[in-house]
C-alpha cells in the first residue's frame, strides 16, 4: 500500500492522525527551523518524544521537518535541531538545505534522511547527486512536475520518491521563491513563513472587502463575499496593456484554489511513488483526521484497484476550488 | 571590488543580444555571464550569436563563464546542461542539480538562484570545487558578512546582486502566456514582446512584480547604490549587474564610478537618468522588505 505522509502541527493533531490511519506522521520544532513556524504551532523537545512514544505504539513513525535554510552564523540551531529529533527517535529528518544535510550525513550517520520539496530536486539528476553525496533516502517531489514527469523520474533514480496529494498548493518551485520577502522582509528559506500573518490586514473600503499583505493591496471582493488570505501567488493583480495585448485582471499566477490529486492516486502508484502526502501542519487536529481518514480509503481502494472515492474531501474544499496543480500538464 | 554582467534574463533577438555584448565588452566590467537562465524554449532563437559573443568579450579581456538554465527540468535541458560543462569555459551553475554534469575535479561558479545561505553549503560547494558564487538576492547584510569571510577562507569569491530586477521565483508555469491565456507548450514566444519583462500592479495600481515567462521578478530594480561600502568593508568582491533594454552600458558605468567612491547620492541620481521612469529597491541587503524604495 502507498504511505500515507500527514501532517501534525501540534501533540493532538499527531494522535489524531495516527488514530485516523496516517502511516506516517511529519512535524516540525516550534521555531525558525521548519517552514511551518507560526505561532503557537509546533513541537517541544519533550511533546515530540511523546508523539514518537504515541506513534510506534500503533505502529506508525514521525518525521520531522527541519527544512528551512540555517542563517548563516546561526546554525548551531539548526544543527541541535537534527541532533534532538535523532535523539528523540524520528523515523527521518526532512532537510533541505545541503549544508545541513552535509552535517546531519556526518554527525548522525545512521538517521535516516529525506529531501524536503524546499530543495527543488525537480529531476533526476539532482536527486541522484544529493542521494550520492549524502545517501538521502527519500525525495519529496516539487510540485511543479507532470505525472509523466514523476514516471521517468522514478526510472533514473534509486531512492523514493513522496508527492503533495492534498491541501496548500505552491506554483513557484518551493524553496526557490523570494515572494514574501519581497513584500514583507519574512521568507520561507529564511524565517519559516509564506505571506505571515502578522504582515495581514483587512479592511471595507467603500463596499469591498480588502486583504493586504505588508501594505499592498492582494485582494479585494464585494462587501458580503469572502475575502481569501493574501497569500502573493494565488493575489489577485493587474498587468497593465502592452502593444500586444490589454490590460488583465485577475490571478496572474494561480487562483485561490488548493491542491486535491486524489483521482490521480492510481497513476502516481502506476509512477512508482512510495508515499502520498498531505500539506497542512497549520490545520486543526479535526481536519487532518478528516483528511487522514479520507485518503486512507483512498490508498486502500488504489492497493485493491477500485476507483477512487469521489467527493470524499468536498466538505474540506468548499467554498475554495481545487486543483490537480502540475500533475496534469494542461495547468503549464 | 569589480563588476560582473550577469546572463540576460529576458527574450531578446539574436540582433539585440549580438550588439548588446558588443558593448558589454567596451564596459569596464570585469566578467560576463552567458548563457540561456530562464526558459530553454528560446535559446534556439539566438544561441548562434553566443560563439561570436564569447569571442567578441575574451577579445576585449573579459572574463566569461556559461550560465545554466535556473529550473532544469526535461531531459533536452539535462543534455544541454551536460554539453556545457564541455565547452572548454568556466560554468556558472543556476540550480544545484547542474552539478552532477560536473566533470571530476573541474572548477565551477554558483548563481543567485542556488541556494546558499549559510557556511556550511557554501564549504560545501568549495569542496566540490566551487571558486567564485553569487549571493541569493534576498540575503540581509548580516548573511552576507558571514558567508564573505567563510568564502575568503574557503578560496570562494563572494559576489552579490547589485543591480537589476531581482530573480524572486521560478516555476513550470509559464506565466507571460497565461496572461495572453496560452499555456507553456503554446506560448508563441510571446515573452519575446517585453523586452524587460511585462508589468504587474496591485489592483490599487502600485508597481509590485514583473513577468518574465516562467520567472517573476521584482519590479523596482534591485540597487545596492547606497550600500557599497558596507559591501566592501564585508570582503563581497564583486558586484552582479542583470543585464536590461536601454542604456546598459551607461548603468555598467555608473557602478563602475560607486566602486571607485562615488557617493551614492550621485550614483542614484545617474542611475535615474540612464533609466528614466524606473523605480529603485534596496529593502534585502537592510533586511527590509526587499521592494522597499532606495534613496
Known sequence: MMELVCPAGTPAALRAAVDAGAHTVYCGFADETNARNFPGLNFSREELAEGVAYARARGARVLVAINT???????????????????????????????????????????????????????PDAINLYAEAFGIRRVVLPRVLTVEEITAINREIDIETEVFVFGGLCVMAEGRCSLSSWATGLSPNMNGVCSPASHVAYEEVA?????????????????GAPVPYPTLCKGCFTAPATRTGPAQTGHIFEDPVSL????????????????????????????????????????????????????????????????????????? | ??????????????????????????????????????????????????????????????EVALSTLALIT??????????LFGAGLPVEIADLGALKHLPEGAAFQVGPTV???????????????????????????????????AGAAAGVAIEVWGHGRAPLAISGRCYHARLHDRAKDSCLFVCGEDPDGREVQTLDGHDFLTVNGVQTMGHAHTTVAGQIAELVQAGVVSLRLSPQAGDFAGVVDVYHHLTEGMPA????????????????????????PGLRGAG
Not at chain 1, 93 to 117: C, F, K, N, T
Not at chain 1, 207 to 223: D, S
Not at chain 2, 265 to 288: C, I, K, T, V
Open chain 1, 69 to 123: 535554510f540555517p542563517r548563516a552564523g546561526g546554525q548551531a540551531l539548526w544543527h541541535r535541531a537534527v541532533a534532538d529529533a535523532h535523539q528523540a527517535g524520528a523515523h527521518a529528518v526532512i532537510l533541505a538545505d545541503p549544508g545541513l544535510i552535509a552535517h546531519a550525513a556526518e554527525a548522525h550517520p545512521d538517521l535516516r534522511l529525506h529531501l524536503s520539496v524546499q530543495a527543488a530536486a525537480a529531476n
Open chain 1, 207 to 223: 463596499g469591498n472587502n480588502e486583504a493586504r499583505l505588508g501594505g499592498y493591496l492582494i485582494h479585494r471582493t464585494p462587501k
Open chain 2, 74 to 83: 526535461l531531459k533536452r535541458e539535462r543534455r544541454q546542461t551536460e554539453e
Open chain 1, 260 to 332: 486535491d490529486a486524489t483521482e490521480l492516486i492510481p497513476k502516481l502508484q502506476k509512477a512508482g511513488v512510495t508515499a502520498l502526502k498531505i500539506e497542512g501542519r497549520q490545520r486543526s487536529r479535526a481536519y487532518v483526521a478528516q483528511v487522514v481518514r479520507a485518503f486512507r480509503a483512498a490508498v486502500e481502494a488504489a492497493e485493491q484497484g477500485a476507483p477512487m472515492p469521489a467527493g470524499l474531501l468536498a466538505k474540506l474544499t468548499e467554498g475554495q476550488a481545487a486543483t490537480t496543480g502540475a500533475y496534469a500538464k494542461t495547468w503549464r
Open chain 2, 115 to 149: 541556494n546558499v545561505y549559510n557556511e556550511g553549503t557554501l564549504e560545501w560547494l568549495a569542496r566540490k570545487g566551487a571558486t567564485r558564487i553569487c549571493l541569493p538576492p534576498e540575503l540581509p547584510l548580516a548573511s552576507v558578512e558571514v558567508l564573505a569571510r
Open chain 2, 1 to 62: 571590488m569589480d563588476l560582473t554582467i550577469g546572463p540576460i534574463a529576458f527574450f531578446w533577438t539574436a540582433e539585440t543580444v549580438s550588439d548588446f555584448y558588443r558593448r558589454m565588452a567596451t564596459t569596464p566590467a570585469r566578467r560576463v555571464v552567458i548563457g540561456e537562465w530562464v526558459c530553454s524554449k528560446r535559446l534556439p532563437f539566438w544561441q548562434q550569436e553566443i560563439p561570436g559573443a564569447i569571442e567578441t568579450l575574451l577579445a576585449a579581456g573579459k
Open chain 2, 265 to 288: 547620492p550621485g550614483a542614484l541620481a545617474q542611475l535615474r537618468a540612464r533609466m528614466p521612469g524606473a523605480r529603485f529597491a534596496d529593502g534585502f541587503l537592510a533586511g527590509a
